[in-house]
Structures are given as structure tokens and as C-alpha cells.
């Protein structure tokens, strides 16, 4: 199973990085809390402080991460290419 599918790229998901910390991921629908964690931790060596996900009304996962101070998120999107 892979866990994380994509990052979101949106207007909204961008305010987010920028102001909030909170990076944005379109994960597996089997998917858990704790397994998305251990992934985006393992993936881009950062700390996660806190994880919420929601099912969007196409059916799709999406895990919103807001990342320890220490590490900012607008680095992974920079890594990422979304900035």
C-alpha cells in the first residue's frame, strides 16, 4: 500500500504552508493516522505535531499535517516543487 499519493497544490493548501505550517497530502483511503505519520516523518525526516484527515466529496483522503516549529513545511513544498 503506498500511503502517500500526492501533495495538494491548491490556492487554499499554499496559504496553509505559508501561514499555518500545515502541509497538505492526498493519501490512501486505508490509510491511518499513525501510518500517514510515520511515512511523511520517514520520508522528510521532519516532526509532526498534529494530523487531520477528512474525506472530501470525491471520495479522496486528505491528511493535513502541521509540522513542528523546527521544521518548516514550506520546505518540503519547495522539495516537493510546489513552490
Known amino acids: ?3 502517500l499519493k500526492y501533495p495538494l497544490s491548491t490556492e487554499k493548501a499554499i ?3 505559508e501561514s499555518d505550517n500545515i502541509i497538505t497530502f492526498i493519501v ?3 490509510a491511518s493516522r499513525s501510518n500517514v505519520k510515520k511515512e511523511i516523518e520517514k520520508k ?5 505535531k ?3 484527515v477528512s474525506i472530501t466529496p470525491k471520495g479522496k483522503k486528505k491528511a493535513y499535517l502541521k509540522l513542528d516549529e ?3 513545511a514550506i520546505d518540503i513544498a519547495t522539495r516537493l516543487g510546489l513552490m
Do not use: E, G, Q
Not at 522528510?44 to 509532526?48: D, I, L, Q, Y
Open 50 to 52: 498534529k494530523i487531520s
Open 15 to 17: 496559504r496553509m504552508i
Open 28 to 30: 490512501d483511503m486505508k
Open 1 to 3: 500500500m503506498d500511503v
Open 44 to 48: 522528510f525526516n521532519v516532526k509532526v
Open 70 to 72: 523546527a521544521y518548516p
